[in-house]
C-alpha cells in the first residue's frame, strides 16, 4: 500500500441532467478542462454518473473545476529540485530523463492523440532549496501545509526569476532521489491537485503541481523501463482522477488502471477514465439504461477507433462499465483478454475504492507472475459464453463472441 494524500477543491459542481432533449453524439470540440463536455444534453447522460457533494475527489462527471486540462496542449513545467542535505547526484537533465518522453509518450498513446503533453524545462540545473530537506518535515502522507507550502514558495521564489508561472497548466518537481527514504520503505511522490489555496507565482495560483521523490525501484532491473510510470499516475490527479488503491492494496482494480498501480509493468487507464478525460467521443461509449436487450460491439480499449465503453448505470450516481482489454499500446501484460465488467460509485472518495472490478474466476490467483502486478484481478475479463449478473437490479451482461480481429459482442439485458 502506497498511502498518498490530495488535496482537492471542494467545491463540487452537481452535474444537471436534461431530459428530452437532442440525443446527439457527434464529435465533440476539446474541452477547456478535464472532462467530456455537452454530456448533460446527451443520449449518454443517465449513464453520466454524478459526484457526491462530500467527495474530496470523485469519479462523477463532470470533473469539477479547478483541475488541469486533459485534452489539447499540455504545458508541464518540469523543474529539478535538490537540498543541501540531499544534494543531486548526476545532471539534473539525468533526472528529468527518468520520465521524458516516456511520459509524455504514455499520455499521447492513452488518450489516442488527444493530450500533446510537453514537458518543459525552463530551468535545466539542479534548483536548490534554501532549506534542507529535513527542515521542511516533509513526511509519509504530509498534507499540503506547512511543509508544502513553505517548500511550493521557496520553488517559486528560486524559479520566479527564469519562469513565467502562467505559461504553464500544471507543475512537476522531480526531487532528487536522494531526498527522505526509499520508495521501498515509504511512496512520498504526491500530488496536489484543484487545490485553490496554493501559492500564487505571477498572478496564477500553482493549483495542480506532482512531487515525485525517490525511485519506485524494485531490484527487478525493469527501472529503466518502468520508473517513469510513477508521474503519470500523479499526473493523473492534476485531471482530477482519484487513486484506486486502498489501504488493502490494488485488490479493488488491480493492474487495470495505473491510478491503482503504477508500480511494474505499463498499464493503460479505465475507459471510464478516458471518456471522463474527453479521450473518447460519444458515439465510442453506449449507455444501456432502457429495459430490454440491446447488442453492443467493443473494440479493444488499446487501440483508437471503435466502441470502447459501454455503461450500465445502477442509480443516479454509480454505473457498470464494460471495456475490451487486450494486450497491446499501455496494456503491456494483459494474460487473459476479454471483457473488463466493474463499478464506478461517484459517492466513494478516493483510495477508499471508488473503482471495483469483477473478477470472473474469483479466487484462481490470476494468470501472471509479473513483479508488482496484482495477481488475482489478472484473469478478471470474461470470455465468451460466459456472463456477469446483478439480479437486485435485474442487470445480466453475456459476452457473446469475439472475432479474429479481438471485438467482442456483448449482451445487456435489463429486466
Ligand atoms: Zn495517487
Not at 473545476?65 to 542535505?85: E, I, N, P, Q, W
Not at 504530509?142 to 521557496?154: C, I, N, S
Not at 461509449?285 to 450500465?312: D, N, Q
Not at 472518495?349 to 502486478?373: A, E, F, I, K, M
Request: net charge negative; glycine share 12%; aromatic share 8%.
Amino acid at each position: 500500500m502506497r498511502p498518498r494524500r490530495t488535496a482537492a477543491l471542494a467545491a463540487v459542481t452537481v452535474l444537471t441532467l436534461a431530459v428530452g432533449t437532442s440525443a446527439g453524439t457527434g464529435r465533440l470540440p476539446a474541452p477547456a478542462t478535464a472532462g467530456p463536455i455537452g454530456t448533460a444534453r446527451s443520449a449518454l447522460a443517465p449513464c453520466a454518473v454524478q459526484g457526491a457533494v462530500d467527495v474530496q475527489m470523485t469519479e462523477g462527471i463532470p470533473t469539477p473545476h479547478g483541475y488541469a486540462r486533459s485534452t489539447g496542449t499540455l504545458h508541464a513545467l518540469t523543474l529539478m529540485v535538490d537540498f543541501s542535505d540531499a544534494p543531486g547526484q548526476g545532471s539534473a537533465m539525468d533526472r528529468f530523463h527518468e520520465f521524458f518522453p516516456q511520459t509524455q509518450e504514455w499520455f499521447r498513446t492513452a488518450s489516442y492523440g488527444r493530450l500533446d503533453y510537453r514537458p518543459e524545462t525552463p530551468i535545466t540545473t539542479w534548483l536548490r532549496m534554501p532549506k534542507p530537506f529535513k527542515g521542511y518535515g516533509i513526511e509519509r502522507g504530509a498534507p499540503f501545509d506547512p511543509g508544502y507550502r513553505q517548500l511550493v514558495q521557496d520553488i517559486v521564489a528560486a524559479a520566479d526569476p527564469k519562469v513565467d508561472f502562467r505559461a504553464y497548466d500544471i507543475v512537476n518537481v522531480l526531487v532528487t532521489p536522494n531526498a527522505g527514504p526509499s520508495a521501498l520503505d515509504t511512496v512520498l511522490s504526491v500530488t496536489f491537485a484543484g487545490n485553490g489555496d496554493a501559492p500564487v507565482a505571477d498572478g496564477v495560483t500553482i493549483a495542480n503541481a506532482s512531487f515525485v521523490y525517490s525511485r519506485q525501484d524494485d531490484g527487478s532491473g525493469s527501472y529503466s523501463r518502468t520508473g517513469y510510470r510513477v508521474l503519470p499516475h500523479e499526473n493523473g490527479h492534476t485531471f482530477g482522477l482519484p487513486d484506486l488503491y486502498t489501504q488493502e492494496g490494488g485488490g479493488a482494480v488491480g493492474h487495470w488502471d495505473i491510478m491503482s498501480e503504477d508500480w511494474g509493468a505499463d498499464n493503460d487507464l479505465l475507459g471510464w477514465h478516458k471518456w471522463k478525460l474527453g479521450w473518447l467521443d460519444g458515439s465510442q461509449v453506449g449507455c444501456a439504461a432502457a429495459r430490454g436487450s440491446i447488442e453492443y460491439v467493443l473494440t479493444p480499449l488499446y487501440r483508437p477507433g471503435g466502441g470502447k465503453l459501454v455503461l450500465v448505470p445502477v442509480d443516479a450516481r454509480s454505473s457498470y462499465a464494460l471495456e475490451v482489454r487486450e494486450q497491446g499500446g499501455n496494456d503491456e501484460v494483459v494474460c487473459r483478454p476479454g471483457v473488463l465488467i466493474y463499478k464506478v460509485d461517484g459517492t466513494i472518495d478516493t483510495g477508499r475504492g471508488p473503482v471495483t472490478v469483477y473478477d470472473s474466476h474469483r479466487d484462481s490467483g490470476g494468470c501472471t507472475r509479473s513483479p508488482n502486478v496484482q495477481a488475482e484481478l489478472s484473469d478478471a475479463p470474461f470470455s465468451p459464453g460466459e456472463s456477469f449478473k446483478d439480479p437486485r437490479h435485474g442487470i445480466t451482461v453475456q459476452v457473446i463472441s469475439r472475432d479474429g480481429d479481438g471485438d467482442y459482442r456483448v449482451r445487456v439485458t435489463r429486466t
